[in-house]
Structures are given as C-alpha cells and as structure tokens.
C-alpha cells in the first residue's frame, strides 16, 4: 500500500506569490494534518482536517489555509508568501485523529520563497 | 498548551554502545500520548515508540525502549545496541487524546553513531 504522498517535492516561489501543496493520505485515513518544519526546528502544526471538516487550527496567520475533499485527500495554500514561509511542508495522516492512532508522515515539500 | 524540551542539540555514540536521549514536557491535558519521532536525512518522520500516558509501563520496540515519568513530566529515549542507520534527528512529541491541537514537537536531537 501507498504510503502518505505528497505534491511536488520541491519548488521555488517569489515573495507575494501563492502556492498551493497537495497530500494524499494513506488508504482508509480520513484525517489530514499539516505541519511546518523550518530549517533546524521541529515541525509546528498548522491545520488539521477530519471527515472533510477542519478540527484544530496551530498559531499560524490568515494567510494559510486548507480544505479536504471527499476522498480526503487535502490542499494546503498559502498566500502572499514572505521569505520566512521557507521551509519543509509535512503531511501526517492517520484513521481518525486523536493519539490512539499511529500518526504516518510524507516526505515532505520543500518550499524556497525568493 | 503543551511544551516539550529536548536539552541535548547533539549526542554522540558508539556503534553497539547504548545512548538515552532526554525530553520533558509539559501539558495540562489528562488525556495525552507521548512520541518519539526518527527523521533521517531523507526528512521523513518516521514513529519510533508511543506510550500512552494512561500506561504506567514503559513502552518498547525491539532495540528501544523509554523511561517514562509522569510525575516529572520525563519521557526519554534508550536505544540499545547502536547502530549505523540509527543516526538521525530524533523528535519528543506529545499529542492530547483528542488531537486537535496536532502533534507538539520539541527542538530535536542529532544523534551521532561512531563506527
């Protein structure tokens, strides 16, 4: 079985742009999370997604935000980027959110705002 | 909120040798797992050992195993009999039952393995 996929690995954008990072979960997972690892650090959460519905939101700005479809695979887009938005992009997957359950990382995206 | 602290930036070992790598937290949640995260330089997180915080004994997997103090809020790493595809960057992280509020990560902790 697939393990948690995400899209695309890597890519450079310029100050003020959007981007737009994709994840599909592992078979069978309905809840998505997205995390923000910079450079150095562990990863800071970002949003949470169950059943379609966001369930927890971390200390991020506006100017991030994500949805999940109905085969729960998730976006997440980020405006207006600044040079501080640098970083790898983390999706996490599990069957149903809470710590009850073995939470499965993706590779990641690397992001580079310029 | 949560917090979790891993005070050691960096730690160093001999292949075979045994090394324990140390993580407090915090957390007002009576409802909590705690985790220990492997991210390789592929950058992939991949889950180590879990322990539920409702469990008194010390969770293991084969060459690790924790030291979990609920009391002190002490939750470290032993692995066992080093070897060369241990080295990595290692992640504490505590979750609530719930999980909305997302895995909390502490700072983490580069481990060096000594041929």
């Known amino acids: 079985d697939a393990g948690v996929t995400q899209s695309p690995t890597h890519l450079i954008k310029t100050r003020g742009q959007q981007v737009t990072l994709r994840c599909s979960p592992i078979?069978?997972?309905?809840?998505v999370s997205w995390y923000q690892q910079v450079l150095g650090q562990g990863p800071q959460f970002i949003f949470q997604y169950y059943e379609k519905e966001e369930r927890g939101r971390g200390n991020f700005p506006d100017r991030f935000s994500a949805r999940q479809f109905p085969n729960y695979s998730s976006e997440l887009n980020v405006n207006a980027l600044l040079l501080g938005d640098s970083a790898l992009y983390l999706c996490?997957?599990?069957?149903?959110?809470?710590?009850?359950?073995?939470?499965?990382f993706g590779e990641g995206s690397w992001l580079t705002v310029v | 909120a949560q917090t979790v602290t891993q005070s050691q930036p960096e730690m160093s070992v001999q292949e075979a040798e045994t090394v324990t790598l140390s993580c407090t937290y915090d957390t007002s949640e009576s409802d909590y797992y705690l985790f220990w995260y492997k991210q390789p330089p592929s950058r992939q997180m991949i889950l180590v050992i879990r322990q539920e915080a409702y469990k008194q004994q010390n969770a293991t997997e084969n060459r690790f195993s924790v030291n979990f103090q609920k009391a002190a809020k002490s939750f470290s790493l032993k692995i066992s009999d080093s070897q060369l595809g241990d080295a990595a960057m290692y992640f504490c992280a505590t979750l609530s039952g719930g999980g909305a509020d997302g895995l909390t990560f502490g700072k983490g902790t580069h481990l060096i393995i000594q041929p």
């Open positions: 078979s069978g997972h309905k809840s």
């Open positions: 996490a997957s599990s069957l149903v959110p809470g710590g009850g359950n073995t939470i499965y």
